[in-house]
């Protein structure tokens, strides 16, 4: 039996486990399983390792996107460049990929190979993509946690300029008080990176002035729960166009497990 999984802490309601669950049942793949694996301690890893000899993949959640770096034998350029991993790769000695990736070679013979991956900026690349204009340019950040990171990569990657709006005013962002009228008439893409509005607190939203919006902004909330945000709900009544993380969330699940399996 294959086993893969999701580390973080807490981990609650998972998106991963449902989907991969879902996704074993619908596609018939019988020697597949998903788990759950709650780690307050990122050196939590090597027991959890020890312990699952058969893991050959891993989500990373948050707080271990880049504490989990430490661990790893290898990382992609791309989750170099953006200093993040949520997906590892775990190969074995006896197998031929880790011949392939000279793990052999290693004086830890016994020690799994892993190697890490950033599948949130490929999921947020291509669910943006075909949503943008020619007038779409610039962005708005709203926040600057830990997905903030793979969102920046891909906005450089398509040569969309771009300012972080915190809570604060301080380096190279601005607070969103700065976040003006004048200011949406010009940065027609609008992220939301931070979990305010997600269930149960659906009445919650970002402090910015919707009234400024209209059918030239683009507003896109990495939270799929709920389906519509209010974030997106207020956006969409100014005629702006809105997408949640829901299809972010499918991609880059499937990038995984292309990464996993090959």
């Not at 294959?2 to 018939?28: D, R």
């Not at 830890?108 to 949130?120: R, S, W, Y």
């Amino acid at each position: 039996m294959k086993k893969f999984g999701l580390i973080g802490y807490p981990l609650g309601h998972s998106f991963s486990q449902k989907y991969f669950t879902n996704k074993f049942e619908k596609e018939a793949i019988n020697d597949c399983e998903y788990q759950l694996f709650p780690i307050k301690n990122i050196n939590e890893l090597p027991e959890l390792l020890k312990n699952i000899p058969d893991l050959c993949g891993l989500n990373v959640t948050i707080p271990h996107k880049i504490g989990v770096h430490y661990f790893l034998d290898k990382i992609s350029p791309t989750a170099q460049e953006i200093d993040a991993v949520n997906c590892i790769k775990i190969t074995y000695p006896n197998s031929l990929s880790g011949l392939f990736d000279g793990e052999l070679m290693r004086t830890n013979a016994n020690k799994p190979f892993l190697e890490g991956h950033n599948t949130d900026a490929y999921g947020f690349e291509q669910s943006l993509k075909p949503l943008l204009k020619k007038h779409h340019t610039k962005a708005l950040i709203l926040g600057n946690g830990g997905a903030t990171r793979a969102v920046k990569y891909v906005l450089n990657k398509l040569d969309i300029d771009y300012k972080i709006v915190s809570r604060q005013h301080h380096h190279q962002m601005i607070s969103y008080a700065q976040v003006t009228g004048k200011l949406l008439s010009d940065y027609h893409i609008i992220i939301n990176t931070t979990p305010v509005g997600t269930f149960p607190n659906v009445e919650d939203c970002p402090n910015i002035p919707y009234q400024h919006l209209t059918q030239n902004h683009l507003l896109y909330d990495l939270i799929y729960n709920p389906e519509e945000t209010l974030f997106l709900h207020k956006g969409q009544q100014q005629g702006a166009s809105i997408k949640n993380g829901y299809q972010m969330l499918v991609l880059q699940a499937e990038k995984s497990w292309e990464i996993w399996n090959s």
